[in-house]
């Protein structure tokens, strides 16, 4: 073996300059971490050679003792994080992704056509759970292959629409509801959606991609309780490789099957061979979130959530939902008169990973007036309730200065930041903080 720096510099060089980047940036993107050396070593290891088609114990190749034990490791760990009897509660490790999890659970209980209903993608839902912008323009496999009509936020609190859930329900009859959301920051209550399902015999679904770090600690409800199907992704707050999971009922009234269809589902329908280097590193960082540190870091993510949002507020600044009850922020800029992509795209330059997003009512994408913020990076880089406020305080100072660059577009403050921001080697910190002043 030679190694990357000797066989591939150039490869090595983008990857070291990447990694400079990421560590004097002040990571804010809700759905990134920054996973353990350990996780990073699984991830790299011997096990991406095998091709393992199949479950352990039922593979289409040979020498698989080792691989059949690493995927069954990681099952039982998944199973130990978040508590779930394994007479109960199956799990299948193998999705590539939040995504590809998503696919096959819906794969695996749907037929094509079939109706399904998920929170609205302005309103912060994911487009894993039947996104489309019109019945001609369908922009996900959720609403390609599925019928798809979204519930909403209330307008006036930010907060899931019950009421229009349970209306919109009943007029369109969905085999399936969605719970989970990409860029909401409150909790779900779970206990009413289920009885909405409930009354027009519907699967419940939820997806606690975002936020599985916090339910393995209990800090947040338990969808667990009432979903017949929960999906993760690996790498957001449970801190992994990227990954997803699918969580099923054993022996479910309305599929005694369900374990087989999921496990068909993800291989051979929507995938091929497994990634088993990923699923050792999957193992590696659930064998984390299995110690009794987890809840420690769980609980610190939260409370510098609730710390960022309360020091936003304090500056004037106005958030979805008036606050958070997860690691996710929405900051609505439209009182600023600031779009979030400015925003982001300046974050660029002085130091900060931001991550645009739409608010209620936006369909521009590329532009929207929000951002949303999430604290679980900077909590893994051991950030407290004092620094939180310092990025609080830096963040401010971006907003103050990309309105002074708006109001000044031509103004040579403007052409220097370009200047900074295109300088190849993108290391020019000291120049920028100069220019900030
Ligand atoms: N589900 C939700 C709620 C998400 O936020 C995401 C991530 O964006 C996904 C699914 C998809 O995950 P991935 O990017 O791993 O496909």
């Known amino acids: 073996y030679v190694p990357l720096t000797e066989s591939d510099p150039e490869v090595q060089n983008i990857i070291d300059n990447e990694t400079w980047r990421q560590y004097t940036t002040l990571g804010l993107t809700a759905s990134e971490n920054l996973t353990s050396l350990a996780t990073l070593q699984a991830s790299s290891s011997i096990l991406n050679s095998r091709y393992s088609e199949g479950t352990p114990g039922d593979r289409f190749y040979g020498g698989m003792k080792h691989i059949d034990e690493m995927e069954i490791l990681c099952q039982k760990r998944a199973l130990a994080a978040f508590d779930l009897d394994p007479n109960v509660?199956?799990?299948?490790?193998?999705?590539?992704?939040?995504?590809?999890?998503?696919?096959?659970?819906?794969?695996?209980?749907?037929?094509?056509?079939?109706?399904?209903?998920g929170l609205k993608l302005s309103d912060g839902g994911h487009i894993t759970h039947g996104h489309q912008i019109s019945a001609t323009r369908k922009l996900n496999f959720s609403s390609v292959y599925f019928e798809s009509r979204p519930f909403t936020s209330h307008p006036d609190t930010g907060t899931v629409d019950y009421v229009n859930l349970a209306s919109?329900?009943?007029?369109?009859?969905?085999?399936?509801?969605?719970?989970?959301?990409?860029?909401?920051?409150?909790?779900?209550?779970?206990?009413?959606?289920?009885?909405?399902?409930?009354?027009?015999?519907?699967?419940?679904?939820?997806?606690?991609?975002h936020l599985g770090g916090f339910i393995a600690a209990n800090e947040l409800n338990d969808p667990f309780q009432y979903c017949d199907i929960v999906t993760a992704t690996t790498h957001k707050s449970l801190r992994g490789p990227r990954g997803g999971l699918i969580f099923f009922r054993k022996n479910h009234p309305k599929a005694l099957d369900l374990e087989k269809r999921i496990n068909e589902a993800v291989?051979?329908?929507?995938?091929?061979?497994?990634?088993?280097?990923?699923?050792?590193?999957?193992?590696?960082?659930?064998?984390?979130?299995?110690?009794?540190?987890?809840?420690a870091y769980a609980k610190q993510v939260l409370c510098n959530a609730q710390v960022l949002a309360e020091a936003l507020k304090g500056y004037g600044y106005k958030l979805l939902t008036d606050g958070t009850d997860t690691h996710l922020i929405i900051w609505d800029l439209r009182p600023q008169g600031l779009k979030g992509s400015k925003l982001q795209a300046l974050g660029d330059i002085v130091g900060f990973n931001l991550n645009m997003t739409l608010v209620p009512g936006e369909t521009a994408a590329r532009s929207?007036?929000?951002?949303?913020?999430?604290?679980?990076?900077?909590t893994t880089r051991n950030m407290k309730e004092s620094d939180i406020r310092t990025v609080a305080r830096f963040l401010h100072r971006a907003v103050e200065l990309s309105l002074r660059l708006q109001e000044e577009a031509g103004?040579?403050?403007?052409?220097?930041?370009?200047?900074?921001?295109?300088?190849?080697?993108?290391?020019?910190?000291g120049e920028v903080q100069k220019l900030s002043q």
């Not at 921001?421 to 993108?426: E, K, L, S």
């Open 168 to 209: 919109r329900a009943e007029e369109f009859k969905p085999h399936l509801i969605m719970c989970g959301a990409s860029a909401y920051p409150r909790d779900w209550d779970y206990a009413l959606i289920r009885a909405v399902a409930n009354s027009v015999d519907a699967w419940v679904m939820g997806d606690i991609a």
């Open 368 to 378: 929207p007036s929000g951002v949303r913020l999430g604290t679980c990076l900077l």
């Open 267 to 295: 291989s051979p329908i929507c995938q091929n061979g497994p990634h088993n280097n990923t699923i050792a590193a999957i193992a590696t960082s659930l064998k984390q979130v299995c110690q009794p540190e987890w809840k």
């Open 411 to 429: 103004s040579k403050l403007l052409k220097d930041f370009k200047r900074v921001a295109t300088d190849p080697n993108g290391r020019n910190y």
């Open 89 to 117: 509660w199956g799990v299948n490790v193998q999705p590539y992704s939040g995504s590809t999890a998503n696919f096959a659970a819906l794969t695996a209980i749907l037929q094509p056509q079939d109706r399904l209903m």
